[in-house]
Each structure stands twice: as C-alpha cells, then as structure tokens.
C-alpha cells in the first residue's frame, strides 16, 4: 500500500501564501502521477493539479497562475499564492499506484485544511 502524510495547511489572509507538502511511505516505487485536489463543505471535489512521474505539471484553470505544483521523487508540493477566500477547502493528495503492468489504484491522503479569510 502507499500511504501519504500531507502538511502545511493553516489559517492566512486572502493575498498570502501558504506551501503543502505530501510524503508518500510504502509502495513508492509504484508510484507514478501525484496530485491535488480540494473539497469545500457542500462542494464538489476539485482536481487543481497533477505531475507525472517524469515532473510534467498540469493545472485547472481556477489555480493556474497562482498555485504551482512541484516533485521531488515521492513527495509533491503545492505553493499556493494569492489566495482568495474562495480557496478555503480541505486539499487532498492522491498518487495513482501501478504495481502491476494492469493494476492501478488511487490513494488519498488525509487532508489539510487551508482557510482563507477576508
């Protein structure tokens, strides 16, 4: 299994940054794409970036600009600036898990709070 820990989640005004952090633990050399996604009470979960193995990013349109995505072999990051209200949300990480040429899973992390205020 692949387990991962993320961090770097808090409380900031609108206009600050903030840096998450994901460490995957287990099955890391399974691993291939790794990502973001956040869920705000009452909302649908938002996919806000992907990196491939390889370190190819890409990003939803409501973060592009603002957030960037970065890899260093199984940890990912997400620094977010400019934040705005609307970014409140619990942010998830996910790695897509390959342990098998067929096989492949998604796990997800725990989440970490970001909060935004005004």
């Known amino acids: 299994q692949v387990h991962l820990v993320e961090s770097g989640g808090g409380l900031v005004q609108a206009g600050g940054s903030l840096r998450l952090s994901c460490a995957a633990s287990g099955r890391t050399r399974s691993i291939g794409d790794m990502g973001w996604y956040r869920q705000a009470p009452g909302k649908q979960r938002e996919l806000l970036a992907d990196?491939?193995?390889?370190?190819t990013p890409n990003y939803s349109d409501s973060v592009r600009g603002r957030f960037t995505i970065s890899r260093d072999r199984y940890t990912i990051y997400l620094q977010m600036n400019s934040l705005k209200p609307e970014d409140t949300a619990l942010y998830y990480c996910?790695?897509?898990?390959?342990?098998?040429?067929?096989?492949?899973?998604?796990?997800w992390g725990q989440g970490t709070q970001v909060t935004v205020s005004s």
């Open positions: 990196i491939t193995s390889g370190g």
């Open positions: 996910y790695a897509k898990v390959t342990p098998t040429i067929e096989y492949t899973f998604t796990s």
